[in-house]
């Protein structure tokens, strides 16, 4: 079957850095997205990576490894407007969107 | 900026009833999903659309069916609410079908049945 982990809760500290772990095992490959979804709202795009190694965008780094079924989201000094759930999700080889539970992200001041 | 809006942010439903779950999104998208949210699970698919009038089942589509008469809405039903169903209603949109694109998704409802 079709599968993806990630952390279901992590907590750090304002300024601090953090990485969200996502694992996949699926039928092919054709992409991996991040989302950003405070509570109560609509998940929000963060990066999509297709091929290996990180993308960075401002605060925020996403790092695949497609060898290893691996990504990473990298969080910079971390603000309390960072509290939510990331959501990691694949695309499959028949293009079939794959969803992960998501990580809460709770930081502490 | 792509907006998905849906018609109602809380619902309250009794057993039974007919539910209309309405989506409407301002940016041309060729394609439109409907996914219901619920604690501990990844996003689950119902039904997509890649297009007027087409319709594909996705991961649980038992219980629910989808009309998208117009390019820029697509409507979820339930045809006979049960308490099961109780959940957040997301309804997303992207611009093409291999879904390698961005999802937009609306505010969601939440969806209580009784």
């Known amino acids: 079957g079709q599968n993806i982990d990630q952390p279901t809760e992590m907590t750090a500290t304002e300024g601090a850095i953090v990485q969200i772990n996502c694992t996949y095992q699926?039928?092919?490959?054709?992409?991996l997205f991040w989302y950003q979804q405070h509570a109560g709202e609509a998940p929000t795009f963060l990066s999509y990576?297709?091929l290996d190694g990180l993308e960075e965008k401002g605060r925020f780094s996403s790092f695949l490894s497609r060898s290893k079924g691996y990504s990473y989201l990298l969080l910079k000094e971390l603000q309390m407007k960072d509290s939510a759930s990331y959501l990691c999700a694949v695309t499959d080889s028949n293009y079939q969107l794959i969803w992960g539970a998501g990580t809460k992200l709770i930081i502490k001041p | 900026d792509v907006k998905v809006t849906q018609s109602s942010r809380y619902l309250v439903k009794r057993t039974g009833e007919k539910v209309f779950l309405e989506c409407v999104q301002d940016?041309?998208?060729?394609?439109m999903f409907w996914y219901r949210q619920d604690p501990g699970l990844g996003l689950r698919l119902i039904y997509f659309?890649?297009?007027?009038?087409?319709?594909e089942k996705g991961d649980i589509p038992e219980g629910y069916s989808v009309s998208r008469e117009k390019k820029e809405r697509f409507s979820l039903i339930l045809e006979s609410a049960s308490t099961n169903q109780t959940s957040m209603y997301l309804c997303?949109?992207?611009?093409?079908?291999?879904?390698?694109?961005?999802?937009?998704f609306g505010p969601g409802t939440r969806l209580t049945v009784l």
């Open positions: 997303a949109s992207s611009p093409s079908g291999t879904n390698t694109d961005t999802q937009y």
């Open positions: 699926t039928s092919g490959f054709n992409g």
């Open positions: 940016m041309d998208h060729e394609n």
């Open positions: 990576n297709v």
């Open positions: 659309s890649y297009d007027v009038k087409m319709k």
